[in-house]
């Protein structure tokens, strides 16, 4: 079955510093790829997706490409801030399937 | 638009005692998921709705987990009776069409069986 793996956390960063979260799939076909996040007390919400290859997807600074080549969709961000602390889960799916998840990365990001 | 609601936010019950959550999805998404995060893991599914029918429940543990939408709208996940390692958040999510739409997540209901 389809599948995703991420790294282990936590990753600490100091305000301001260069984030990269590792993601990798594997699935039948093409899926569509999302990172989610999951701030403290809250629910998940939909950071950004990719539905094909080469596509890039963005919001409030993060970026991740669709790598069909190794399979990955790796999170990154230039410079995070305090805010950003967070749990970040990478996740794949494909037509009306279920959305696989990855176990999560947390993010801490000290001042 | 409003968001996908559940209750309650937390539930604390005793091993064997029932408990049910409530989701009500955002109005017009035909497809409905509950899933199960336990403290440390990516979330689990359990149950997939579309509208009022079952469309996946591989992973719903049947002989204590039961759930239902009536009339394709609100949902509720019932466990009955509760075993210690049922403790975890318990997420209800809503989308309006295929999943490059991605899911709407309600805040979860925090559960911890004592």
Known sequence: GDSVTQMEGPVTLSEEAFLTINCTYTATGYPSLFWYVQYPGEGLQLLLKATKADDKGSNKGFEATYRKETTSFHLEKGSVQVSDSAVYFCASSGGYQKVTFGTGTKLQVIP | ?114
């Open chain 2, 1 to 114: 638009e409003a968001g996908v609601a559940q209750s309650p936010r937390y539930k604390i019950i005793e091993k064997r005692q029932s408990v049910a959550f409530w989701c009500n999805p955002i109005s017009g998404h035909a497809t409905l998921y509950w899933y199960q995060q336990i403290l440390g893991q990516g979330p689990k599914l359990l149950i997939q709705f579309q509208n009022n029918g079952v469309v996946d429940d591989s992973q719903l543990p049947k002989d204590r987990f039961s759930a239902e939408r009536l009339k394709g709208v609100d949902s509720t996940l019932k466990i009955q009776p509760a075993k210690l390692e049922d403790s975890a958040v318990y997420l209800c999510a809503t989308r309006a069409g295929p999943t490059n739409y991605g899911y709407t997540f309600g805040s979860g209901t925090r559960l911890t069986v004592v």
